[in-house]
């Protein structure tokens, strides 16, 4: 009973975060909404103020019929920005898209189990903040440098022709751990592969994987679920 009412209390909470997102990341209005979910306005506006809750029943249908009108993907077609020399990729940092990003890895992976979520600094750090606070797990973050005075895994790789290692302390990946990694973006699939690497020398087990955005054709085929939110 108890874990059924947190389930419903999560439903109700991620249809309010997904009104939120969708009104602040793609300028949705209180008329566009009521129009897709058959609800009045001004409901709509007391479940984004928070004065009052969807019924469990009624959160679902909310998160259904957003999840298909206003998938996470086009939020990021909308936002994501590509430059000769740059990627903007701004919008990862927002509250509203951690929301989006959440729910998403929810209906992704619905049943598996997570002890530690694994991601690269720096840029991937946000992302995989969100992912292991809808996990409830301790985030570990692979750095460039070594931590002085532990010991530490490592993994080396090249990239753009030159040799960069990464570095977690061995007492953050233990032995069996069930880890999830999480990337930003994929142009070759080296930094997971790094990740996934640094699991296997801890003796952990990679469970699966979120990529936000990958190149187009990018072949990641690594012996465990990799899930692309978004190809360019």
């Known amino acids: 009973m108890y874990v059924k009412r947190i389930e419903g209390v999560r439903t109700q909470l991620d249809a309010v975060g997904y009104l939120k997102s969708v009104k602040g990341l793609l300028g949705v209005t ?23 809750l969807p019924s469990v029943e009624t959160a679902g249908e909310i998160l259904a019929r957003l999840r298909e009108r206003y998938p996470i993907t086009e939020v990021v077609r ?14 990862v940092n927002t509250p509203d898209f951690w929301r989006l990003y959440e729910i998403y890895l929810t209906w992704r992976f619905p049943d598996v189990e997570v002890d530690v ?14 992912a292991a606070s809808r996990f409830e797990a301790p985030l570990v973050v692979a750095k460039t440098y070594r931590e002085p005075g532990v010991e530490n895994y ?54 699966g994987a979120s990529v936000l955005v990958a190149r187009s054709g990018l ?8 899930d692309v939110l978004y190809t360019y």
């Open 30 to 52: 209180y008329r566009e909404l009521s129009a897709v979910l058959d609800i009045p306005e001004s409901v709509l506006s007391r479940y984004v103020t928070g004065d009052m």
């Open 78 to 91: 909308a936002r994501f920005r590509m430059y000769d020399t740059y990627v903007d990729m701004s919008f």
């Open 117 to 130: 979520v694994l991601t690269a600094a720096a840029d991937g750090i946000p992302l995989a903040v969100a």
């Open 154 to 207: 490592e993994y080396t790789y090249l990239r753009e022709g030159r040799p960069v290692t990464l570095y977690v302390p061995a007492a953050q990946l233990r032995r069996g751990d069930a880890v999830f990694i999480v990337d930003d973006i994929a142009r070759t699939g080296k930094t997971l592969r790094a990740l996934a690497g640094l699991a296997a020398k801890a003796g952990a087990r990679v469970v």
């Open 219 to 226: 072949n990641i085929d690594l012996g465990f679920p990799v």
